[in-house]
C-alpha cells in the first residue's frame, strides 16, 4: 500500500511494555517497573495519563550509558528497592524496554539473586510478588504486551505456593479474560452482566477502579482496586474461562486449561449485536442460567434503533483501525448496521487479523470487497484512505490528523484518545454500549451530512414552497 514502507513513519501501535502496565494497574495493590532508560516510563505514563486523565505511576530502572555498556543489573536491584520501599506493594510487574532486552540482561536470574539477597520468599501471603514480562518493543506491540503480562501474572499465582493453591477445591467461579484494554465503563458494564448472570467470577485485569478512581484527599500511591491477588490464585480452581478476543491467542486462558484444565471458551469483544449475542449465549452454556429480563429489553431497544438508523448508515463508506480484536468486533457491527467497512486495518502484526475479518465479510456481506491490512503506521493508513475514500474513519485519536486533513469525521473509539476528555467512559460493550456507539456514529454522519446537504435541502423545501403556492393559487 505505502510506497515508503523501509520504514515505520507515526506507528499505529503504542509499545510493547505500555500493554504490560495497562494489564498490571489491573491488579490489587500492583506497582510497575520498566527495566530500561528512564523515557520509556515517562512517555508511557504520560500517554496512560492523558488517555484515562488519571495519575499514573510506573518506576524506571534508569538505565545509562554505564548500564547500557556493563549491563543493568545493579540498576534493577535498586530500582526494586525503592519501589519497595516507597510504594509498598504487594505485586511488582518489571516489564523489559529495548535497551534492557538489547543489553541482554537476564531479567529472571536478577530476581532471584535480588529476593535471596533481600530474603523474599515465594508466599503469596507474607512476601512481595515479582513478575519479569519480556517486553522490547521492536518485537511486538501494546497488545502482545498486555497478553503477555496476564500470562505471567496467572502462571505466577497458579504456581506459587500459597493457601488459596493448598486447596485444590472448585470454586464454582467463571474467569473472564479479556485479549485487549477495555475502557473503565466496559469493564464495569461486563461486571454487572456477571453479577446478573453468574454470580461469582474473576475479573482479570479489573482496571474500573484503578483507571477511573473517585476523587479523595488522601491520594494513595497505589491505586484502590484492581483483581485481588486471592482470586487471580483462585483461577485454577475455577469452573472455565471465557475470554474475549478471538483475533489475538488468549495465553492465559489457554494455560489454565492445558495446565489446570480449566476449560476455555473464546468470543470476540462483545460490540456490536451478533457479538454481544455470542457473549451472552456463551454465558448460559457455562452458567446455564437464562438471559435476564433486562438484557433482553435492552437486545430490543438495540435492534430498535439500528432501524431507525439504517436509513442514515446504509451504504456508508467506513475506515476502521486499531487493535486488532477491537477492529473485527467494530467491524463486524459496521457490517450489522449496513456499512461499508471499505478499509479495516490494525498497527498490530497479527497473522489471523485478515483471515478473520475476510470471513465475518463473507459470513454477512459477501459482496463487499474490503481493503484488509496489518503491521500499518498511520503513513501507510493515510495512502489507504487516499485510494479508499472513506467518508468516516472509526478508530483512536492518533488518526485525527487524516481525518483533519483529508475533512473526514473521526468517531473515537479505542486507545489511546488524548484530544478529548471522556475516554474512561465510553461504553462500546454489551447491548447498551452497541446503541452508544450506534448514536455517535450515527449522530457524526448527520453533522457531516447536513453540513454538505443543507443548501439542497433548502432548495427542495423552496421548491416544494412554491408548488404549493400554485396548488393554492390554482384552487
Ligand atoms: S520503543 Fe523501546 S526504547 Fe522507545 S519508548 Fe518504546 S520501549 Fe522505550
Same mark, same amino acid.
Given at each position: 500500500?505505502?510506497?515508503?514502507?523501509?520504514?515505520?513513519?507515526?506507528?499505529?501501535?503504542?509499545?510493547?511494555?505500555?500493554?504490560?502496565?495497562?494489564?498490571?494497574?489491573?491488579?490489587?495493590?500492583?506497582?510497575?517497573?520498566?527495566?530500561?532508560?528512564?523515557?520509556?516510563?515517562?512517555?508511557?505514563?504520560?500517554?496512560?495519563?492523558?488517555?484515562?486523565?488519571?495519575?499514573?505511576?510506573?518506576?524506571?530502572?534508569?538505565?545509562?550509558?554505564?548500564?547500557?555498556?556493563?549491563?543493568?543489573?545493579?540498576?534493577?536491584?535498586? &530500582?526494586?528497592?525503592?519501589?519497595?520501599?516507597?510504594?509498598?506493594?504487594?505485586?511488582?510487574?518489571?516489564?523489559?524496554?529495548?535497551?534492557?532486552?538489547?543489553? =541482554?540482561?537476564?531479567?529472571?536470574?536478577?530476581?532471584?539473586?535480588?529476593?535471596?539477597?533481600?530474603?523474599?520468599?515465594?508466599?503469596?501471603?507474607?512476601?512481595?510478588?515479582?513478575?519479569?514480562?519480556?517486553?522490547?518493543?521492536?518485537?511486538?506491540?501494546?497488545?502482545?504486551?498486555?497478553?503477555?503480562?496476564?500470562?505471567?501474572?496467572?502462571?505466577?499465582?497458579?504456581?506459587?505456593? &500459597?493457601?488459596?493453591?493448598?486447596?485444590? $477445591?472448585?470454586? =464454582?467461579?467463571?474467569?473472564?479474560?479479556?485479549?485487549?484494554?477495555?475502557?473503565?465503563?466496559?469493564?464495569?458494564?461486563?461486571?454487572?452482566?456477571?453479577?446478573?448472570?453468574?454470580?461469582?467470577?474473576?475479573?482479570?485485569?479489573?482496571?474500573?477502579?484503578?483507571?477511573?478512581?473517585?476523587?479523595?484527599?488522601?491520594?494513595?500511591?497505589?491505586?484502590?482496586?484492581?483483581?485481588?491477588?486471592?482470586?487471580?490464585?483462585?483461577?485454577?480452581?475455577?469452573?472455565?474461562?471465557? &475470554?474475549?478476543?478471538?483475533?489475538?491467542?488468549?495465553?492465559?486462558?489457554?494455560?489454565?486449561?492445558?495446565?489446570?484444565?480449566?476449560?476455555?471458551?473464546?468470543?470476540?469483544?462483545?460490540?456490536?449485536?451478533?457479538?454481544?449475542?455470542?457473549?451472552?449465549?456463551?454465558?448460559?452454556?457455562?452458567?446455564?442460567?437464562?438471559?435476564?429480563?433486562?438484557?433482553?429489553?435492552?437486545?430490543?431497544?438495540?435492534?430498535?434503533?439500528?432501524?431507525?438508523?439504517?436509513?442514515?448508515?446504509?451504504?456508508?463508506?467506513?475506515?476502521?483501525?486499531?487493535?486488532?480484536?477491537?477492529?473485527?468486533?467494530?467491524?463486524?457491527?459496521?457490517?450489522?448496521?449496513?456499512?461499508?467497512?471499505?478499509?479495516?486495518?490494525?498497527?498490530?502484526?497479527?497473522?489471523?487479523?485478515?483471515?478473520?475479518?475476510?470471513?465475518?465479510?463473507?459470513?454477512?456481506?459477501?459482496?463487499?470487497?474490503?481493503?484488509?491490512?496489518?503491521? $500499518?503506521?498511520?503513513?501507510?493508513?493515510?495512502?489507504?484512505?487516499?485510494?479508499?475514500?472513506?467518508?468516516?474513519?472509526?478508530?483512536?485519536?492518533?488518526?485525527?490528523?487524516?481525518?483533519?486533513?483529508?475533512?473526514?469525521?473521526?468517531?473515537?473509539?479505542?486507545?489511546?484518545?488524548?484530544?478529548?476528555? &471522556?475516554?474512561?467512559?465510553?461504553?462500546?460493550?454489551?447491548?447498551?454500549?452497541?446503541?452508544?456507539?450506534?448514536?455517535?456514529?450515527?449522530?457524526?454522519?448527520?453533522?457531516?451530512?447536513?453540513?454538505?446537504?443543507?443548501?439542497?435541502?433548502?432548495?427542495?423545501?423552496?421548491?416544494?414552497?412554491?408548488?404549493?403556492?400554485?396548488?393554492?393559487?390554482?384552487?
Amino acid at each position: 500500500m505505502t510506497k515508503r514502507n523501509y520504514a515505520t513513519v507515526n506507528p499505529c501501535v503504542m509499545c510493547q511494555p505500555m500493554g504490560s502496565a495497562l494489564a498490571f494497574k489491573g491488579i490489587e495493590n500492583t506497582m510497575v517497573l520498566y527495566h530500561g532508560s528512564q523515557g520509556c516510563s515517562t512517555y508511557m505514563r504520560l500517554h496512560l495519563a492523558h488517555h484515562f486523565r488519571e495519575p499514573v505511576d510506573i518506576a524506571s530502572s534508569s538505565l545509562s550509558e554505564k548500564g547500557a555498556v556493563y549491563g543493568g543489573r545493579e540498576n534493577l536491584k535498586k &530500582g526494586l528497592r525503592n519501589v519497595i520501599n516507597r510504594y509498598k506493594p504487594k505485586v511488582i510487574g518489571v516489564a523489559t524496554t529495548c535497551l534492557a532486552e538489547t543489553i =541482554g540482561d537476564d531479567v529472571p536470574a536478577i530476581i532471584r539473586e535480588f529476593k535471596e539477597e533481600e530474603g523474599i520468599g515465594d508466599d503469596l501471603e507474607k512476601d512481595i510478588i515479582i513478575i519479569p514480562v519480556s517486553t522490547p518493543s521492536y518485537g511486538e506491540s501494546h497488545v502482545s504486551g498486555y497478553i503477555k503480562a496476564l500470562d505471567a501474572v496467572v502462571r505466577k499465582f497458579a504456581e506459587t505456593p &500459597g493457601e488459596e493453591n493448598a486447596a485444590k $477445591i472448585p470454586n =464454582g467461579k467463571l474467569n473472564l479474560i479479556p485479549t485487549e484494554s477495555l475502557s473503565p465503563a466496559d469493564v464495569r458494564e461486563l461486571k454487572e452482566i456477571l453479577e446478573v448472570m453468574a454470580g461469582d467470577y474473576i475479573f482479570l485485569p479489573d482496571i474500573c477502579e484503578t483507571f477511573d478512581a473517585p476523587l479523595r484527599d488522601d491520594l494513595p500511591k497505589i491505586a484502590s482496586g484492581g483483581t485481588p491477588l486471592s482470586e487471580i490464585a483462585d483461577m485454577p480452581n475455577s469452573r472455565a474461562s471465557l &475470554g474475549l478476543g478471538i483475533v489475538s491467542k488468549n495465553l492465559a486462558l489457554r494455560y489454565l486449561e492445558e495446565a489446570h484444565e480449566v476449560p476455555g471458551f473464546d468470543v470476540p469483544i462483545p460490540i456490536g449485536l451478533s457479538n454481544t449475542d455470542s457473549f451472552f449465549t456463551e454465558l448460559v452454556n457455562i452458567i446455564g442460567c437464562p438471559i435476564p429480563e433486562k438484557y433482553q429489553k435492552e437486545r430490543g431497544r438495540l435492534l430498535d434503533a439500528m432501524v431507525d438508523v439504517h436509513k442514515y448508515l446504509y451504504g456508508v463508506k467506513a475506515a476502521v483501525y486499531g487493535d486488532p480484536d477491537t477492529v473485527f468486533s467494530l467491524t463486524t457491527f459496521m457490517l450489522e448496521l449496513g456499512m461499508n467497512p471499505v478499509l479495516v486495518a490494525t498497527g498490530s502484526k497479527s497473522r489471523d487479523f485478515e483471515k478473520r475479518i475476510k470471513q465475518i465479510f463473507k459470513e454477512i456481506r459477501p459482496e463487499l470487497e474490503p481493503v484488509v491490512l496489518d503491521g $500499518i503506521d498511520f503513513d501507510s493508513l493515510n495512502d489507504a484512505v487516499s485510494e479508499c475514500s472513506p467518508e468516516i474513519l472509526i478508530g483512536n485519536s492518533n488518526g485525527r490528523y487524516i481525518a483533519k486533513a483529508r475533512d473526514i469525521p473521526l468517531v473515537r473509539v479505542g486507545l489511546p484518545i488524548h484530544d478529548r476528555v &471522556g475516554a474512561q467512559r465510553i461504553l462500546t460493550v454489551g447491548y447498551k454500549g452497541a446503541m452508544e456507539l450506534l448514536d455517535r456514529i450515527t449522530n457524526t454522519i448527520l453533522e457531516a451530512t447536513d453540513t454538505f446537504t443543507a443548501p439542497v435541502q433548502i432548495e427542495s423545501y423552496a421548491d416544494q414552497g412554491e408548488k404549493d403556492d400554485c396548488v393554492e393559487g390554482a384552487q
